[in-house]
T-cell receptor
Framework: NAGVMQNPRHLVRRRGQEARLRCSPM?????VYWYRQLPEEGLKFMVY????????ESGMPKERFSAEFPKEGPSILRIQQVVRGDSAAYFC???????????????FGPGTRLLVL | GESVGLHLPTLSVQEGDNSIINCAYS??????FIWYKQESGKGPQFIID?????DKRQGQRVTVLLNKTVKHLSLQIAATQPGDSAVYFC??????????????FGSGTRLSIRP
């Protein structure tokens, strides 16, 4: 069973360009999460999605950032008009559909390192 | 506000000794805690978790202790090996969230092993 897959692993963009990060969850997992990590810091929650639904986007910047998890295909984190402050590692995690009251473990992908020049 | 912090940013341990990594949390409403290990260039890897109705849980070479009175969490690694070198994060999921919810991460402790 393959783990969470993310691509690209490294992405370089110039200021003002768009960045598209892709995440394929583990087989059988219906929940996807995106986190951002700055150097020497912990991960910060951005957004939680299920198929075709955004469940919690409380950690997502209000502008330029968007996420989707379509019925078919990977989840996409899209950053428009990137700025240098967007440079970070972006991690995707997935978890299965849990029963009520059970906190399911999230499994993380290898991350996409975004560098904005 | 919610925060999960660590007492020490770096920890150096002799190979074969036991390692203890500490973590303080401020959200007394959290009911689920997790330790993750992150090696350089990789994503966080689940190590062990503990629910708030427990004070100790053991895994293979690892033990997590939870002291709710002082809001303190620790990870003990027995017989530390070179492969244990990584950054370790404590994390929490606040009470009241659904079965799948966001994880709140601490800032991490870097564990280095001396030969």
């Amino acid at each position: 069973n393959a783990g969470v897959m993310q691509n690209p692993r490294h992405l370089v963009r110039r200021r003002g360009q768009e960045a598209r990060l892709r995440c394929s969850p583990m087989k059988g997992h219906s929940h996807v999460y995106w986190y951002r990590q700055l150097p020497e810091e912990g991960l910060k929650f951005m957004v939680y999605l299920q198929k075709e639904n955004i469940i919690d986007e409380s950690g997502m910047p209000k502008e330029r950032f968007s996420a989707e998890f379509p019925k078919e295909g990977p989840s996409i984190l899209r950053i428009q008009q990137v700025v240098r402050g967007d440079s970070a590692a972006y991690f995707c995690a997935s978890s299965p559909l849990g029963t009520s009251g059970v906190k399911e473990t999230q499994y993380f992908g290898p991350g996409t390192r975004l560098l904005v020049l | 506000g919610e925060s999960v912090g660590l007492h020490l940013p770096t920890l150096s341990v002799q190979e074969g000794d036991n390692s203890i990594i500490n973590c303080a949390y401020s959200n007394s409403a959290s009911d689920y805690f997790i330790w993750y290990k992150q090696e350089s260039g990789k994503g966080p890897q689940f190590i062990i978790d503990i629910r708030s109705n427990m004070d100790k849980r053991q895994g293979q070479r690892v033990t997590v202790l939870l002291n709710k009175t002082v809001k303190h969490l620790s990870l003990q690694i027995a017989a530390t090996q070179p492969g244990d070198s990584a950054v370790y994060f404590c994390a929490e999921i606040p009470k009241g969230y659904s079965s799948a919810s966001k994880i709140i991460f601490g800032s991490g402790t870097r564990l280095s092993i001396r030969p």
